[in-house]
């Protein structure tokens, strides 16, 4: 019924920038709360950053001032701008929006299927 769908993922230089993006799609009533999460190999999924439906954002300290997150709610879309990368920075980044369905008015958390970062010389 609901899609997360992530893409901007690859490969890049220490210091270098990429952008991710995440639609959401299918039978949705509305989207709260839309963030970033990362997991790196052998570690624990970890928050990276989120906003609200109003543009409150919320960011983890090891990325604050490289990274931002907006989003554009009429296309339901979330994106991260990265910036300054770091090799620590390299995991499979997932996107999460906690949404009511349309269908059956129940709200709950959507994730994506992830979309690998990797930052490397």
């Known amino acids: 019924q609901v899609q997360l769908v992530e893409s901007g993922g690859g490969l890049v230089q220490p210091g270098g920038s990429l952008r991710l993006s995440c639609a959401a799609s299918g039978s949705i009533f509305s989207i709260n709360a839309m963030g970033w999460y990362r997991q790196a190999p052998g570690k624990e999924r970890e928050l990276v950053a989120t906003?609200?439906?109003?543009?409150?954002?919320n960011y983890a300290d090891s990325v604050k001032g490289r990274f931002t997150i907006s989003r554009d709610n009429a296309k339901k879309t979330v994106y991260l701008q990265m910036n300054s990368l770091k090799p620590e920075d390299t995991a499979v980044y997932y996107c999460?929006?906690?949404?009511?369905?349309?269908?059956?008015?129940?709200?709950?958390?959507?994730w994506g299927q992830g979309t690998q970062v990797t930052v490397s010389s």
């Open positions: 999460n929006a906690d949404l009511w369905v349309r269908t059956t008015f129940v709200y709950d958390s959507y």
């Open positions: 906003i609200t439906s109003g543009g409150s954002t």
